[in-house]
């Protein structure tokens, strides 16, 4: 039997998608097509829908990598459309898993909060 999974936007991840959301009504009212937050927001809807799918979609990111503002013991990494990243957790019990979406990010604030720099 499979368990049932919740994706359930938190925090960040929350706040992005309803300012994505917001921006994209606007968009259309002034009769825009096909932008780049359109497609982001499609991006992000399709690889939620991939994690309810299979909760370990993403890429696994090493314990000693995952940032300690997260207070996670796992993370996963998605890529999202024009290089922007979605960061999740899995947590479950034995009747369901739930996949925490932390935090929906572009690939400069990816890269800072990782500590990585560009060579």
């Known amino acids: 039997m499979n368990k049932p999974v919740r994706v359930i936007l938190l925090d960040e991840a929350e706040i ?3 300012r994505l959301n917001e921006l994209i009504g606007q968009q259309i009212k002034q009769g825009k097509g096909n932008t780049k937050e359109m497609q982001l927001l499609r991006s992000i809807k399709q690889k939620i829908e991939l994690i309810r799918v ?7 990111i090493h314990k000693k990598d995952i940032p300690k503002e997260y207070n996670v013991q796992n993370l996963w990494r998605v890529e999202l459309s024009q290089y922007w990243r979605m960061l999740y957790t899995i947590s479950g019990d034995q009747i369901e898993i739930i996949c925490f979406i ?7 604030k990816y890269d800072k909060k990782f500590g990585y720099r560009k060579k």
């Open 16 to 18: 992005e998608y309803k």
């Open 54 to 60: 299979n909760p370990f979609y993403g890429d696994n």
């Open 102 to 108: 932390l935090d929906i990010m572009d690939h400069h």
